[in-house]
């Protein structure tokens, strides 16, 4: 049975869609997933679930919480396998790793999209865009940062969720 990281986009911030990971970790055991952790607030956690894919995840727990909490929440499933080739090939591994964070893609952005999203530039921030994640190398700190999840979205018209390299790292571990 694979285990499968399943990453929340928006719950928890600023107020809005307040989830208790305890009480997710109860929902989706009902919902018939095992061995579901948890990790900080922001929505990140790995369960099992025998004879599913990953798209397959992301609709079962989507349709949980929405069941659930009443929630439409952004959900991307992604096999430990996945998780780390997205690790692997970030190209700013050798900056320090506070300054690094993934914004994973729920699908492929269109090509032109991509070549027009390659033309931004912005001071203290350098980015590499695949097929799945937008690497990020935010020397300034991501809170000061312009190159944000919503600039990812609105510019590549694709759902997407950002993580801190030490967030990625852990939810590895958990795999």
């Known amino acids: 049975m694979k285990t499968f990281i399943v990453l929340l986009r928006g719950i928890n911030v600023g107020g809005q869609k307040k989830i208790k990971m305890a009480d997710?970790?109860?929902c989706l055991t009902?919902?018939?997933?095992?061995?579901?952790?948890?990790?900080i607030q922001s929505g990140n956690l790995s369960c099992r679930k025998e004879g599913l894919t990953a798209k397959e995840v992301?609709?079962?727990?989507?349709?949980?919480?929405?069941?659930?909490?009443?929630?439409?929440?952004?959900t991307l499933a992604l096999t430990k396998e996945e998780?780390?080739?997205?690790?692997?090939?970030?190209?700013?591994a050798d900056e320090e790793e506070k300054s690094l964070y993934f914004v994973l893609l729920k699908s492929e952005p269109?090509?032109?999209?991509?070549?027009?999203?390659?033309?931004?530039?912005?001071e203290n921030e350098a980015f590499h865009v695949n097929h799945n994640c937008v690497y990020?190398?935010?020397?300034?700190?991501?809170?000061k940062a312009k190159l944000s999840n919503n600039l990812v979205e609105n510019k590549l018209k694709v759902q997407a969720t950002a993580r801190n390299f030490r967030t990625m790292?852990?939810?590895?571990e958990m795999a």
Request: hydrophobic share 45%.
């Open 24 to 26: 997710l970790k109860q």
């Open 30 to 39: 009902q919902a018939g997933f095992q061995d579901v952790e948890t990790y």
């Open 58 to 74: 992301e609709i079962e727990v989507h349709k949980a919480i929405l069941e659930h909490f009443g929630f439409d929440v952004p």
């Open 83 to 92: 998780l780390k080739l997205i690790i692997d090939q970030n190209p700013f």
């Open 110 to 122: 269109e090509k032109d999209l991509v070549d027009g999203f390659n033309l931004l530039h912005f």
């Open 136 to 143: 990020l190398c935010c020397k300034a700190g991501y809170g």
């Open 169 to 172: 790292m852990k939810l590895l």
